[in-house]
């Protein structure tokens, strides 16, 4: 009924086992259907239910994993297929019933069996424990649920290197609804062999990561090739180990060739609620990431309420050097940065468009090894930093070189910047190298906390510089502008506790220095 085969129940003995099936030669017709009660022993979790289909002459005594699939071979060549949820929709496969055991063989084969019968629209369940893999396991179908008993509970030990341990890619195409959530992956080498990521998903489209964890990864923790609608929440991504440059949380990169819309962006992704970070302690010099999270092709991004941390290079690291993508439309609202060796956030890259940049209500804090909180280079457009806290940079706060225009810095917390103390540190620098135009420096506080010999502001090139409303206080110099800027407004700041409140090159055209309180 309801589109199942019939079913015929046959008892052998008291109890059969699936390895006992295997190895059996009693002979059943076409139709029996027998319900295990383990897979190699009784009570094991791994019982199913089993149908010989008619199929004959098949090499004998075949497992699931020799089969790849959700088929053996009995003692006789008889072919039996999975049967207690297979042709149903949305259909649930557990591994254990087709070979997985805890801390036992590479669990991925008959992982890699359990996806390659259940097809598309099926939810792959995989036990609690320890699962050891070695080899990859590949989604290549539509709607796929892959899940394990939680991210603390099931854990895909990597006990090789060979390449990603999860991949969802299907050859040039889309790939589309794939749940990954509920496991963790774990992998303690300490050097990438090969470029591999824990998890890697090509092309996909309204696919989603949830309560997944990755721990140690050699390479990458998770890497996406030009994906829509991509959802990531509740994930945890740490890296162990000594630092490598080739180690990254998640990386975000063109879609590949042979592939639909290439070179593709990545649109629409969305990240809460999750962690990326270093087990360093908040006086390390080093870390394990080269970046926490890296972007190179990008139109709608979304992070809130996430924590990034530990990073070499940056917490992110928005970099744009293909001609054929571009980045926008990029929002990190509401996160924590913190134990960043380098820089909390860095754009750079000047080959593609890099426009509507919002970094907002966020804490950047790191140590005093750190060098810059945001540090803003190449082609940046129409961008705006306000509301966030940064404090204790070894260096400076925020700095904005290369050709970055129309960018508002605004209602920013600039706390305990230069921690060493040097005069070339600033709390907000307009670079030497600035080449753009209209940057707005307004209502922000920027305090060293003690007086230090860096600057509260310094502008060193460029034109159409307004600094207005800001709260400036224990610097060398509260305000500097350089020799050479035009066009520039200094007005109604609040300057206090500085050896020299404002200083500029005293020559500029069209400069106006007015209703300043010092």
């Not at 609804?177 to 998890?199: D, M, Q, R, T």
């Not at 000594?242 to 592939?259: C, D, E, I, Q, V």
Request: with cysteine; proline share 3%; glycine share 12%.
């Amino acid at each position: 009924a309801n589109g199942r085969v019939a079913q015929l129940q046959v008892n052998v003995g008291t109890q059969i086992t699936t390895t006992q099936l295997i190895a059996s030669t009693a002979v059943y017709p076409a139709g029996t259907v027998i319900y295990t009660t383990g897979f190699t022993s009784s009570g094991d979790g791994g019982k199913g239910g089993w149908k010989q289909n008619g199929v004959t002459v098949q090499t004998p005594s075949q497992t699931p994993s020799q089969l790849l699939s959700g088929l053996l071979n009995d003692g006789n060549g008889n072919q039996w297929q999975l049967v207690s949820t297979a042709g149903t929709a949305n259909k649930e496969i557990h591994t254990m019933s087709l070979g997985v055991v805890r801390n036992g063989a590479n669990a991925a084969i008959p992982i890699q069996a359990a996806i390659n019968w259940g097809g598309a629209r099926c939810v792959i369940i995989n036990p609690p424990g320890v699962l050891n893999v070695s080899t990859p396991m590949v989604i290549s179908e539509d709607n796929v649920v892959f899940e394990g008993a939680g991210y603390n509970t099931t854990s895909f030990a990597r006990t090789a290197d060979y390449g990603n341990t999860i991949s969802v890619v299907k050859a040039a195409s889309y790939i589309n609804h794939v749940v990954l959530k509920n496991f963790n992956i774990s992998n303690n080498a300490s050097a990438p062999v090969s470029l591999g990521a824990e998890i890697e998903i090509t092309a996909g489209v309204f696919c989603i990561i949830e309560s997944v964890r990755v721990v140690g990864m050699s390479a990458v923790g998770l890497r996406f090739y030009g994906c829509q609608q991509m959802k990531i929440n509740l994930l945890r991504c740490q890296a162990t180990g000594t630092y490598n440059s080739s180690r990254y949380g998640l990386k975000f990169m063109p879609r590949p060739a042979g592939f639909p819309g290439t070179p593709g962006n990545n649109n629409a992704v969305t990240i809460t609620n999750s962690e990326i970070d270093t087990p360093f302690g908040p006086n390390s010099a080093l870390a394990s990431f080269q970046a926490g999270i890296y972007i190179e092709a990008m139109d709608g991004f979304n992070m809130s309420t996430t924590r990034v941390g530990g990073a070499n290079l940056a917490n992110i690291h928005i970099n744009n050097i293909n001609s054929g993508t571009f980045i926008s439309h990029i929002i990190i609202d509401n996160n924590f940065f913190d134990l960043a060796p380098g820089r909390s956030i860095l754009t750079q890259g000047s080959t593609g468009d890099m426009d509507g940049l919002t970094i907002s209500n966020n804490h950047l804090g790191s140590t005093i090894n750190s060098i810059i909180g945001i540090d803003l280079q190449g082609n940046l457009k129409s961008s705006a930093i306000k509301g966030n806290r940064l404090i204790f940079w070894g260096d400076s706060g925020i700095s904005v070189g290369g050709s970055v225009s129309s960018l508002r810095i605004i209602g920013n917390d600039i706390n305990k910047y230069n921690r060493k103390n040097l005069s070339n540190n600033r709390g907000v620098q307009i670079a030497d190298n600035w080449t753009g135009s209209n940057v707005i420096i307004s209502d922000n506080i920027i305090d060293p906390g003690t007086n230090n010999a860096g600057k509260g502001i310094r502008v060193g090139a460029g034109n159409n510089v307004s600094v207005t409303g800001n709260r400036i206080l224990n610097n060398l110099d509260g305000i500097d502008i350089e020799l050479g800027v035009t066009d520039y407004l200094i007005t109604s700041n609040n300057l206090v506790g500085n050896t020299n409140a404002i200083t500029d090159d005293g020559g500029a055209v069209n400069k106006v220095v007015a209703n300043n309180l010092t």
